[in-house]
């Protein structure tokens, strides 16, 4: 903002809006009308009269004092009860905020931050009109005791809507479930406890994002019932993990994943060390899951099966992590011409899939265009069986491949230029070629190439005598020097970054 404007703009909000910092005369007539006060300073002088300013609907203090004297604030909870917004921002020696705090009653909004608090007050839990606690402790502090970090009758707040606090202090709260205004909720730990179960979720149907963790403390499928997560309307994005890959009951995991079926608009799924064999019921249902646009799948070390991710209209995102029994990405690719697999997906990474062949049962081809055709970003990695690349969409902009076991790689495309822009191979053992002097003129974008641990690397392609293109390379991160002689990486002109890596 022009200096001009932002005191144009303090003249005529000087009535309601006051900027206080170091060396800053305060007026000795306060207006009343005085509502919003930013207070910003070293001084302790300054911060012991903000008790003057008794109407005030928000206050901003930043308080940079080494030694916090916290009797002004005492003073200004005992006045200001007309305080609607609160933001605290000290140096981390700061430890506690004063119990007055309980008196300000029309409170909605508490952020505190860069503090080093051992706990929060307990006059906290008086104030029901309450809507936001944002609490963000500053990084490399001690960590105080979880269990007394929150006064016990927080879960009276039925106004909160937005709970943010480190670690997993929210999961201490005792009976969660009577904050049914709550919107996001990650993570929430189960354990064997009275007030701590699933069913706390029962009533929380305002939430829009839940994570639910320790699921393998859930007794059976009835109580993953209670959660009753199909009826959360405005669910959007939803996190289901067990705390372990230990060995457990599988039927039991699939009977609870089955009965935490999740309402339709929910847009984000992410499944974490479920230990079942197949997929849950609910997932097999595309009209179920229809618009689902982020999927992580991750260390679901016996599931065997994918569901029909691929005829989702919406997906965008899938990431699998370590499923060593899935064989094809896709099962049910009928050759319809008609039919696109994967419609706008864009991001598709796969990590530690070591039983993965093929992108579709039984090696059924895909014509072009009809798998993956908006692939922006693939990223393979530890895939031994897999035998080669899907066919790449003329969009593909990001390719990764780490410890696969093929001899070449193969840009299986149309006759289209490909809009790569980076290509990174690392330790792929087995690799003799790469063929990016036959593909030089489909490779115009390529400006970051990584060749790391490929000792059996030999070839990069064949030069045309009648192709004039060359490779406009950026940066190029290598570890055998030897690669620089190939063509085309030896002529290059324009590269800016130059890494060899021993």
Known sequence: MHDLIHELAQSVSMHECLRVEDGTKLSVIIPKTLRHLSVQTTNPDIGKKIGQFKYLHSLFLFDEASNHDISALIEFFKTGRSLRLLYIHASDGLKMIPEEIGNLIHLRYLKIDNCNLTMLPRSLSNLYHLQYIIYDRPLRSSQPNVVDFLPNGINNLSNLHYVKLPENYISSICGIGKLMSL?????????????????????????????????????????????????????????????????????????????????????????????????????????????????????????????????????????????????????????????????????????????????????????????????????????????????????????????????????????????????????????TSLPLADEIARLAALRYLTIENCPNLISLGEMQTTNNCHLMLSVLEISDPSVLLMEPLRSIASLKKLRIRA
Request: hydrophobic share 40%; glycine share 4%; charged share 25%.
């Open 183 to 431: 919107q996001e909720l990650y993570m929430f730990r189960l354990r064997d406890a009275s007030g701590y179960g699933i069913g706390e979720l029962e009533n929380m149907n305002y939430l829009c994002k839940l994570g639910i963790n320790c699921l393998e403390n859930v007794k059976d499928a009835e109580e993953a019932c209670s959660a009753k997560l199909c009826a959360k309307r405005r669910l959007t994005d939803l996190t289901l993990r067990w705390s372990n890959t230990d060995s457990r009951n599988i039927d039991l995991d699939e009977n609870v994943l089955d009965n935490l079926r999740p309402p339709k608009c929910l847009r984000i799924l992410s499944i974490e060390r479920y230990m079942g064999a197949r997929c849950a019921i609910w997932m097999h249902n595309v009209n179920q899951i229809f618009n689902l646009e982020i999927i992580e799948l991750w260390e679901c070390l016996e599931w065997e099966t994918l569901p029909p991710f691929e005829q989702l209209p919406f997906l965008k995102s899938l990431k699998l992590r370590n499923m060593p029994k899935v064989k094809w990405l896709e099962s049910k690719f009928n050759g319809n011409d008609k039919y696109r697999a994967f419609p706008l997906l864009k991001v598709l990474r796969i990590r530690n899939l070591e039983a993965l062949e093929d992108w579709f049962e039984a090696g059924v081809a895909a014509e072009d265009g009809c798998l993956f055709p908006c692939l922006i970003e693939l990223k393979l990695s530890s895939c031994p069986k897999l035998k080669e690349l899907p066919p790449l969409s003329s969009n593909l902009r990001s390719l990764e491949i780490y410890s696969i076991e093929w001899k070449t790689l193969n840009f299986y495309s149309n006759a289209n230029p490909i809009s790569l822009e980076l290509l990174v191979v690392v330790d792929c053992p087995n690799i």
